[in-house]
């Protein structure tokens, strides 16, 4: 999931960065132990973060960037800060994919990670599912295949079950 921001104040109160040094503000504030809130944009995370979500990140000493939490990391193939789950760790390195991508990104420096998040908020409400405990069979499945298309599966499975059921 890439964050958008645009160098404009919204009449929330929100200020939205997307240029080039926004990951080294990210930076900045986490390792003063700041944590930060972003509006996210796209739909690479999605079912579990979707566009228009707000999410809180914590800084990797406060949230160390292990298998199924969701790392914020700066990525020079995009240009910009992404938002993607860790699907593997080892070497000193992880390795983060969407949730609903079909491919992992490159490998990242652990020290290259500016933290994790922790609270994703949907129209104002916490939503839970995909930071807690169920983030590692997530991160197991998205090794092999979209989490979007097993919900998917899951779904049509469903269907046809309850059409053959009298």
């Known amino acids: 999931m890439k964050v958008k921001p645009q160098l404009v104040a919204k009449d929330r109160g929100e200020l939205v960065l997307t240029k080039p040094g926004i990951g080294e503000l990210i930076r900045s504030l986490l390792a003063d132990g700041i944590p930060c809130r972003l509006r996210t944009k796209g739909n690479s995370m999605s079912p579990f973060i979707q566009d228009d979500d707000v999410v809180t990140i914590l800084p990797p000493s406060n949230a160390s960037p292990t298998l199924g939490k969701i790392a914020v990391c700066h990525s020079p193939e995009v240009g910009s800060v992404v938002i993607h789950r860790v699907i593997a760790t080892g070497n000193g390195q992880v390795t983060t994919k969407g949730d609903n991508c079909s491919f992992p990104d490159m490998p990242t420096a652990v020290a290259d990670v500016l933290g994790c998040v922790s609270i994703i908020e949907r129209h104002g409400s916490h939503v839970r599912l995909g930071l807690g405990p169920e983030r590692l069979v997530i991160a197991a499945f998205s ?24």
């Open 143 to 166: 090794r092999a295949v979209t989490v979007s298309r097993l919900c998917l599966i899951h779904r049509l499975q469903r269907r046809l079950l309850s059409r053959s059921t009298p």
